[in-house]
């Protein structure tokens, strides 16, 4: 049972690198999302999407980009890190609104 | 705007203690409450949820949840826990539409053997 898969679990970067963060599900969902986790705040939206080809942003988008060419994948890319994205990076999806969301390992990001 | 407060950020109990922790939101219209759990080192699960009906909702490894209308609140119990229960428990609220989940901070729960 994959369930939704998130690559890699850990990633150091330097300010103003970029890099994407994947993630894939294999159970056919509509709807994807990503959350950062930070402590004392809890999982914040940052972009989510409810079909291939369409996305919007959330609570704290700025800073990211993400696209949904295909109903499995739905990969988060940091245009320029900064250490204010330092945090732990979770993808979740789910079959429809409001319905459970199953969640990634998370990616534990630190920029330096 | 809809919110979700959780009462008790760091709660420590010994084993067979019983645990109670708050969840309350604010929205105006109908709304689908969950409880996750996050074991250290893993991802989030889903514990419990309540949609409609049976305000009293139970869930896997013994929890249960009760929805209060009236009280706008949704808190998590459990009679007796157990040392695997330590981790960190989420209350979330989706007040229609996907895109409005919102999570409450977390209380991280410590059982001590």
């Known amino acids: 049972n994959a369930g939704v898969t998130q690559t890699p679990k850990f990633q150091v970067l330097k300010t103003g690198q970029s890099m994407t963060l994947q993630c894939a599900q294999d159970?056919?969902?509509?709807?994807m999302s990503w959350y950062r986790q930070d402590p004392g705040m809890g999982l914040r939206l940052i972009h989510y999407?409810?079909?291939?080809?369409?996305?919007d942003q959330g609570e704290v988008p700025n800073g990211y980009n993400v696209s949904r060419s295909t109903t499995e994948d739905f990969p988060l890319r940091l245009l320029s890190a900064a250490p204010s994205q330092t945090s732990v990076y979770f993808c979740?999806?789910?079959?429809?609104?409001?319905?459970?969301?199953?969640f990634g390992q998370g990616t534990r990001l630190t920029v330096v | 705007a809809q919110s979700v407060s959780q009462h008790n950020h760091h709660v420590i109990l010994s084993e067979a203690a019983s645990l109670e922790l708050g969840c309350n939101y604010s929205?105006?219209?109908?709304?689908?409450l969950f409880w996750y759990v996050q074991y250290p080192g893993q991802h989030l699960q889903l514990l419990l949820k309540?949609?409609?009906?049976?305000?009293l909702v139970k869930g896997i490894k013994g929890f249960e949840a009760e929805f209060i209308k009236s009280k706008f609140s949704f808190n998590l119990r459990k009679p007796s826990v157990q040392w695997s229960d330590t981790a960190e428990y989420f209350c979330?609220?989706?007040?229609?539409?996907?895109?409005?989940?919102?999570f409450g901070i977390g209380t991280k729960l410590q059982v001590i053997p």
């Open positions: 929205y105006g219209g109908t709304v689908n």
């Open positions: 159970m056919n969902h509509e709807y």
């Open positions: 979740a999806s789910s079959y429809g609104q409001g319905a459970e969301a199953f």
């Open positions: 979330a609220v989706n007040g229609g539409g996907y895109q409005k989940v919102t």
């Open positions: 999407s409810v079909g291939a080809g369409i996305t």
């Open positions: 309540y949609f409609s009906g049976d305000p």
